[in-house]
Structures are given as C-alpha cells and as structure tokens.
C-alpha cells in the first residue's frame, strides 16, 4: 500500500535555497500571454522543474498580481523573470547572450516532441522557449527570429491546447533530457 507524503517529508527548498540552487538552463519567453492564471500557471511549473527564468513580454501580466499569485502558489516569488516590451526584443536580447531560441508552434519544419536532444547541433547552448498568445499563438515575426519550431504532436479534433498546459509539456521535455543527460554521466 501507498502512503501519500506529508507536505513536511518532501524537504521542498526554501525561496533563498531555491535563488541560490543551480538551475535547469531554459527560460520561458511569454508572448502576450493575456491570462494572468496562464501566467501564473507557467510560474509555477517553472518552480517545480527549477528552471532559469521566464520573460513576460507584450501584454503579459506581471507580478505581483492577484491572479497570477491564485495559480503561482508564490512561485512567483521564487522565479526570476524579467519583462520586455515585445517577445521580438527578448528573442534578440536572448541571441546577444548566446541562447538557442525555440518558437513552440505549428510551423512548416517544425521538430515534433518528444525530442532526444535539444539542439544537437548545439548540445551546450543555453536555451529558451517562446510560448504564444491563447489565440493567435506566437507573432510571425518572432517564429521568424528564432532559431527553430518545436511542436507537440496532437491526434484529437483541436489544433491546440491550453498555453500553460503546453508550457508544461516542453519544459518537461527539456527536464527530462536534462535527467536522462545526468544519469547517462554517472
């Protein structure tokens, strides 16, 4: 039998451990996202996979805000972000500092999840991913900036899904190869 753990025994770090500890290196580009439960949503998978940083871009609301505090849980708090006025600008602000940028979109050449290797090309680069607008997605104009599409495959009738959700599901990717990297060099 399982026995569900007590919040006490899973030795969760505190907000200082978690700015002091090393991070899974991939930020999270926020394309005027419009929903501050989205956002807040993004803050907190980024907490739990201890990614780099997210970039709010456009309209994306910032902290602190009521409801991105509702579904971040405080890992608003914890994260570090930063805001850009457009998602193009923190696309060329990233390139400057040496990031592989991906667009997550359905594109023409795009590289379908899941991924054995972020960039193989590039297996050292730091990396980022760019997350679009509920309905419209990523602007062209940054799909364009960026050095690749990554798109998740879907079987059903819709042509895409919630953007937190799909936050959720490449973060994970780049986690899990990360995972897979480490217990490879053991």
């Given at each position: 039998?399982?026995?569900?753990?007590?919040?006490?025994?899973?030795?969760?770090?505190?907000?200082?451990?978690?700015?002091?500890?090393?991070?899974?290196?991939?930020?999270?580009?926020?394309?005027?996202?419009?929903?501050?439960?989205?956002?807040?949503?993004?803050?907190?998978?980024?907490?739990?996979?201890?990614?780099?940083?997210?970039?709010?871009?456009?309209?994306?609301?910032?902290?602190?805000?009521?409801?991105?505090?509702?579904?971040?849980?405080?890992?608003?708090?914890?994260?570090?972000?930063?805001?850009?006025?457009?998602?193009?600008?923190?696309?060329?602000?990233?390139?400057?500092?040496?990031?592989?940028?991906?667009?997550?979109?359905?594109?023409?050449?795009?590289?379908?999840?899941?991924?054995?290797?972020?960039?193989?090309?590039?297996?050292?680069?730091?990396?980022?991913?760019?997350?679009?607008?509920?309905?419209?997605?990523?602007?062209?104009?940054?799909?364009?900036?960026?050095?690749?599409?990554?798109e998740i495959p879907q079987f059903g009738t819709k042509h895409?899904?919630?953007?937190?959700?799909?936050?959720?599901?490449?973060?994970?990717?780049?986690?899990?190869?990360?995972?897979?990297?480490?217990?490879?060099?053991?």
């Amino acid at each position: 039998m399982m026995r569900k753990l007590k919040t006490i025994e899973m030795n969760r770090l505190t907000v200082d451990e978690f700015h002091a500890a090393r991070k899974l290196p991939l930020i999270v580009v926020l394309d005027d996202v419009r929903s501050m439960y989205n956002v807040g949503s993004i803050f907190r998978t980024a907490d739990a996979f201890r990614i780099e940083a997210i970039y709010l871009c456009g309209i994306t609301g910032c902290p602190p805000h009521p409801e991105i505090h509702k579904t971040a849980l405080g890992a608003e708090d914890s994260i570090s972000w930063r805001y850009f006025p457009s998602a193009l600008e923190a696309v060329q602000h990233l390139h400057n500092q040496g990031y592989y940028v991906y667009a997550v979109e359905q594109a023409e050449g795009s590289t379908k999840l899941p991924i054995t290797a972020p960039t193989p090309q590039h297996p050292n680069t730091q990396h980022a991913i760019v997350m679009g607008n509920e309905v419209k997605g990523v602007h062209q104009e940054v799909v364009d900036a960026c050095d690749g599409c990554l798109e998740i495959p879907q079987f059903g009738t819709k042509h895409s899904m919630n953007v937190a959700v799909s936050a959720g599901i490449v973060i994970w990717e780049f986690a899990r190869e990360k995972c897979r990297n480490i217990e490879a060099s053991k």
